[in-house]
Nanobody, 117 residues
Framework: QVQLVESGGDSVQPGGSLTLSCTASGGFTFVGRDMGWYRQASGKECELVSSITRDGITLYSDAMKGRATLSQDNAKTTMFLQMNNLQVEDTAVYYC??????????WGQGTPVTVSS
């Protein structure tokens, strides 16, 4: 099982920004992997926020497009999700996962993001 640790979540006001981080350990890297950020709000299903293919192609959900940027460090051991103009609807626990393997995506530690007034 891949060890991925999410961090960076916080409580922010509407319109605020956050950058989430996902760090791999145990010798795992993102090289040759399709990776993604997912989120799950209380009582709702897990949904894809953004993904990046092994070739570096990024995709964004309709909800986040224009407000988020997914990136990876040069070592391909850390990935980021920069989110801007956060709204109440963005409140959820955010997870990173390997997109291309058949395992649950919204699982593990996660990092909670709360957007409220």
């Amino acid at each position: 099982q891949v060890q991925l640790v999410e961090s960076g979540g916080d409580s922010v006001q509407p319109g605020g920004s956050l950058t989430l981080s996902c760090t791999a350990s145990g010798g795992f890297t993102f090289v040759g992997r399709d990776m993604g950020w997912y989120r799950q709000a209380s009582g709702k299903e897990c949904e894809l926020v953004s993904s990046i293919t092994r070739d570096g192609i990024t995709l964004y959900s309709d909800a986040m497009k224009g407000r988020a940027t997914l990136s990876q460090d040069n070592a391909k051991t850390t990935m980021f999700l920069q989110m801007n103009n956060l709204q109440v609807e963005d409140t959820a626990v955010y997870y990173c996962a390997v997109a291309s393997i058949p395992l649950p995506k919204c699982w593990g530690q996660g990092t909670p993001v709360t957007v409220s007034s």
